[in-house]
């Protein structure tokens, strides 16, 4: 399995931008998805999950409303669309990617979402 992140960049607040994970090795709907993030000087933070039973999404309060994660099956990807980005939103985001029925858990190297003006 492997994970690779793409999509971040810099953004005025108030932007929005895509952050794309590529999900090489994974097999629809045997692995939960998540995206964390770590700011600096602070603890790596998980801020959605996409469920692989039944799809469930659940976000954090800091993200919820602005966020959506996603699954497209035809590109083997999970998406994270960010809308109305606020500077406490800059930090390093990880895609997370967790076996069903194993356990197993892999990371993605980071992309880095810089919200200024």
């Known amino acids: 399995v492997q994970l690779v992140e793409s999509g971040g960049g810099l953004v005025p607040p108030g932007g929005s931008l895509r952050l794309s994970c590529a999900a090489n090795?994974?097999?629809?709907?045997?692995?939960?998805f998540e995206w964390f993030r770590q700011a600096p000087g602070k603890e790596r933070e998980m801020i959605a999950c996409?469920?692989?039973?039944?799809?469930?999404?659940i976000y954090v309060d800091a993200v919820k409303g602005r966020f959506t994660i996603s699954r497209d099956n035809a590109k083997n990807t999970v998406d994270l669309q960010m809308t109305n980005l606020k500077p406490e939103d800059t930090a390093v985001y990880y895609c997370h990617a967790v076996e069903r029925e194993t356990g197993s858990d892999y990371w993605g190297q980071g992309t880095q979402v810089t919200v200024s003006s």
């Open positions: 090795g994974t097999r629809s709907n045997h692995y939960a």
């Open positions: 996409l469920k692989s039973r039944n799809g469930m999404t």
